[in-house]
């Protein structure tokens, strides 16, 4: 790979708390390590381009989701191809539940999904603000911020992690992982949050695992630093 390619789906819609950090986040990543990186923004009637490497979408309120949700059913089979190809996805919060199955919005409308995810979100009357810790299945933590509504079903998928304290699915689990593909309700931005998942990403898209360099154990103590304070609050351990 002589370029690695991001595509940032709707950013002009989608990115309501900060999620663009994590696109800033894998490329700079990625460019402190010598790589150079290509950051292609998909917009509403745009042609999506003939690869990708990494394929991130972020967060909105259903307005939001509504203005795009034509052109995510336009594009939904290419993006399942480079899903089956090994092309690793984030999805953030509202971008997730556009590229899961369905939507059902808080008047009972079902809105079809790209199904990228197999999973079902429901938009309820509650919103679930605040922060979150989650344990993932090899034991480490993560921690963000939730800002949903959502009732999350993963239908056969395995969660991202379990619920330390906060809400998440709705049921002690958070997000989804679906082969290198990742849907999840943190932001903070969660990848600058939590730089071990931007390196698990790019490590797919570079089919190695990248080495750490200063500029990365820089920033990844402010980002240890960041999830104890979370976890403090919270009053849990990482």
Not at 83 to 90: I, N, Q, S, T, Y
Not at 125 to 132: K, T, Y
Not at 148 to 153: Q, Y
């Amino acid at each position: 790979m002589t370029v690695l390619r991001i595509l940032h789906l709707y950013p002009a819609e989608l990115g309501i708390n900060g999620d663009a950090g994590n696109v800033l986040a894998l490329a700079e990543r990625a460019r402190w390590r010598g790589i150079d990186v290509d950051v292609v923004a998909h917009a509403v009637g745009d042609d999506l381009p003939a690869s990708a490497d990494i394929v991130h979408i972020g967060s909105g309120p259903l307005s939001a989701q509504r203005a795009v949700h034509d052109d995510v059913l336009r594009i939904a089979s290419r993006l399942r191809d480079w899903r089956d190809a090994g092309v690793p996805f984030l999805a953030i919060a509202g971008g997730w539940q556009l590229l899961g199955a369905e939507l059902e919005t808080p008047e009972g409308e079902v809105l079809a999904g790209a199904a990228v995810f197999p999973t079902r979100a429901a938009l309820g009357s509650a919103r679930h603000v605040g922060e979150i810790v989650v344990r993932l299945a090899d034991g480490s933590t993560i921690a963000g911020f939730e800002n949903h509504s959502a009732r999350t079903v993963l239908d056969g998928a395995e969660p991202l992690g379990r619920v330390v304290s906060g809400i998440g699915n709705g049921d002690q689990t958070e997000g989804v992982v679906v082969g290198s593909s990742i849907g999840t309700h943190l932001h903070g931005p969660i990848l600058p949050m939590n730089p071990a998942l931007a390196d698990r990403l790019l490590g797919t898209a570079l089919r190695g695992e990248p080495a750490p360099v200063p500029q990365t154990e820089r920033v990844d103590r402010y980002a240890t630093n960041a999830r104890r304070a979370i976890a403090d609050r919270l009053n849990v351990s990482l």
